[in-house]
């Protein structure tokens, strides 16, 4: 068995699959609707049978109550979007510091076409290095935005960012789902390390959520990171335990 694929099992359920849930969005947006309180958010997390967690290295000590039934990805990208570059993401965290922290992985950001893209990969390839010498895994979350991104949703840009965050060394792929299993299942095939559909901002219908896991299960991801379609849910807890539902 690869290292990687070690050190993703040490994230995953019993069966290989694996439900995040993202609460790093007070960095980017500020305190959004349902994350107002984060320990009722990872309460409901932890309640709702997910396998972990991300997020910043502040909420840390306040997530460290809930260790024993999440596992806890540091987050060590970070950006605003009040920023002049909203798309220009920055470590803030290092992979010593998850160690420290007590943390079971870490994350990162790549926004592949940003005008930043160049600093983001380099950054990625070096937090690939430490969590290859830590033994730390690392989901990578590979995002297709930029200039030349007409549509971030498109199957071919969505292959190319899987596959360039696999080359550099993440363990599993966190991207959004293209709108089909059919399309998706390309991106699926052409990416050596797992693949997490995204969930992305808090859509009308929770019902259209779970159909798209679904499509993504069907095509080959292994599991998603849902965050504003749970957190936001009128019932959290019952959000988490029907994602959770798909991928166990």
Known sequence: MA????????????NGSFVMVPLDHGVSVGPVAGLENPRLALEAAANGGASCVTLHKGLVPLASSFADRLGLLLHLSASSDTAPDPQDKRLVATVEEALRLGCDGVSIHINVGSATESRQIEDAGRVATACAEWGVPLITMAYPRGPKVKN?????????????????????????????????????HGCPVPILVAG?????????????????KQAGAKGCSIGRNVFQHADPTKAVAAVAAVFG
């Open 3 to 14: 290292s990687n694929e070690i050190r993703w099992l040490r994230l995953a359920t019993p």
């Open 152 to 188: 971030p949703h498109d199957p071919k840009l969505l292959a190319h960012a899987a596959r360039l965050a696999a080359e550099l060394g993440a363990d599993a792929v966190k991207l959004p789902f293209s709108g089909s299993a059919e399309t998706y299942r390309d991106v699926v």
């Open 200 to 216: 992305g901002p808090t859509r009308g219908s929770f019902d259209a959520v779970l159909k798209d896991l679904k499509a993504a």
